[in-house]
Every structure is written in C-alpha cells, then in structure tokens.
C-alpha cells in the first residue's frame, strides 16, 4: 500500500511550527529543513519532514526536563 505524499507551502509550515515565513526560509538556508521547487517557482516541503522535526524539537525538550529533574535530586 503506497502512503500518500503531501507537501507543504512555506506559509503551511510556519503554521506548523509557530513560526514566521521568513523564520522558515532562514531554517532552509541553514539546512535545517530542505525544500523543493513547484509550480510557479514556490518552494514545497514533505510534511513527513516537518512532522520529523517537530518530533524531535518535543523529544529534546523532554530530555531536558528529565536532565532538570535530575539535578533537582542532587
């Protein structure tokens, strides 16, 4: 069973992650987040890839609560 492919605008993705387009943009010429050009030269991006990296945004703020809690012990 092929798994739809869907891809975001960058207004969709700084919708996404709360952040503003030129955030966005600033994020892809970093590398941070990789785009690919569509129709009428707008640049697309996999929502899988956003949903990867929001993951791992909660991810490492969850390690960081449990690092916080930790030192709370000592």
Do not use: H, P, W
Request: aromatic share 6%; proline share 0%; charged share 40%.
């Amino acid at each position: 069973m092929k798994s739809e492919v869907k891809f975001l605008t960058r207004k969709e993705v700084a919708e996404r992650l709360r952040v503003s387009k030129s955030t966005v943009e600033r994020m892809d010429a970093a590398g941070k987040l990789i785009g690919v050009v569509g129709y009428g030269n707008k640049k697309l991006y996999l929502e899988s890839d956003i949903e990867k990296l929001l993951d791992d945004v909660c991810e490492q703020i969850s390690d960081r609560k449990k690092a916080y809690a930790r030192l709370d012990t000592i």
